[in-house]
Every structure is written in structure tokens, then in C-alpha cells.
């Protein structure tokens, strides 16, 4: 178990904005939905997630970055896949915290919303976004091609899973299992010390 101060110090180096922007928009929505007294309905909720998604796999790429030490951080005693996934838990709990929030503020009240779904499903989304800018990021090592990917996977879920995937909570697992296998790569990855430095000679 890492001391509070290894946690805290791996969040700095994440930004403050990759932590507080996925929660900070998520804030936002959830005020201005109960603040206007707006009853947005089902498809309302599932866009509160889906901007609270977008935010946080941008927020993924940002704490990944490019590490300017990686030859420093290859030394270590501490692996530096455990470094990277030490930088994407505050990410990931700020996120998933603000987008259920969120979700659960655009779902209340109103019947067909569902929000025990509306939160299922954005926090599958978030975590298959924060996934998907990890693996980005890692695998091209830079934050143009992690933030691509993103975008994709985004455009994707929206556009063609939403639509061929039936329920809610089908959706969700989806997403967790999609999250899970880009996590893997993105671990695997991590491990080629090989790979990585040779990324970081190109492109240093």
C-alpha cells in the first residue's frame, strides 16, 4: 500500500486540471439541471454521462503524457506501469464520482430515466474512455494520438454501440469489458522496457 504522500505526489504530476475537469463539468451539469429545474429525460442522462466520458478519456491522456524521465523511471524500484496506473486513480475516481453525480441529477424524477442505469451506464462509459486515452497515449506516446483515439472510441460508442447494443446495463458491461482490455494493453505495454525506451530515443 503506497503512503498518502506517493498518491498525492502522482496526482500533481497527473495536473490539476486532468483530476478536476471530468468532476468540475459534471458539477456544472448536475447544478444547472437541478438549479433550471430542467427534467431532461433518458436521453439527457445518457448525455450528461457522455460529456462527463469525453472529459475523463482527455483527462486519461493528460495524466499519461509523455514522460520527459522515462529512462529515470525504467530504474526505479517501483515498475512504472505502477507509476502510470498510480497517476490514473484520481482521474478515474474524480470521474467516476462527478459522472454519477451527474447522471443521477439528469435522471431524477423522471420515470423512464432510470437513474440506477443512468449511472451504470455513464460510469461504464468513463471508465471505457479512460481506457481508451491510456492506451492511446502510451501506445503512440503522445498526447495527439491518445486524444484521437478517444475521440474515436467516443464517436463509436455513441453512434454505433448505443444503437446495437440494446439495454442499459448490457452497455455498461460492454464498456467495462472494453475499458478492461485497453487497460491490459496498456499494462502489457508498460512492461516492454524495450519498446518504451526506443519510443523515447525517437522521440526525445
Known amino acids: 500500500m503506497a503512503e498518502p504522500g506517493v498518491w498525492a505526489y502522482e496526482a500533481g504530476r497527473a495536473g490539476p486540471a486532468a483530476i478536476a ?18 427534467d431532461p429525460g433518458p436521453l439527457g442522462a445518457r448525455g450528461a454521462g457522455a460529456v462527463v466520458a469525453l472529459a475523463a478519456g482527455m483527462a486519461a491522456v493528460a495524466a499519461v503524457g509523455r514522460e520527459h524521465a522515462l529512462e529515470l523511471q525504467l530504474t526505479l524500484p517501483v515498475s512504472y506501469r505502477v507509476t502510470v496506473l498510480r497517476r490514473l486513480a484520481p482521474v478515474a475516481v474524480a470521474a467516476l464520482a462527478g459522472g454519477a453525480a451527474a447522471a443521477a441529477a ?3 424524477g423522471h420515470p423512464r430515466a ?11 462509459f468513463i471508465l471505457l474512455m479512460i481506457g481508451a486515452g491510456a492506451w492511446g497515449a502510451i501506445r503512440t506516446g503522445s498526447a495527439a494520438g491518445g486524444s484521437s483515439l478517444v475521440l474515436g472510441v467516443w464517436a463509436a460508442k455513441l453512434f454505433l454501440l448505443d444503437r446495437l447494443a440494446g439495454p442499459p446495463a448490457l452497455q455498461a458491461v460492454l464498456s467495462g469489458a472494453g475499458a478492461a482490455l485497453l487497460v491490459c494493453l496498456a499494462v502489457r505495454r508498460l512492461g516492454d522496457t524495450e519498446a518504451l525506451m526506443e519510443k523515447g530515443r525517437r522521440d526525445g
Open 21 to 38: 475537469a471530468p468532476a468540475g463539468i459534471a458539477v456544472l451539469i448536475a447544478a444547472a439541471t437541478a438549479g433550471a429545474g430542467i
Open 106 to 108: 439528469a435522471a431524477a
Open 114 to 124: 432510470g437513474p440506477a442505469e443512468a449511472v451504470l451506464g455513464a460510469c461504464g
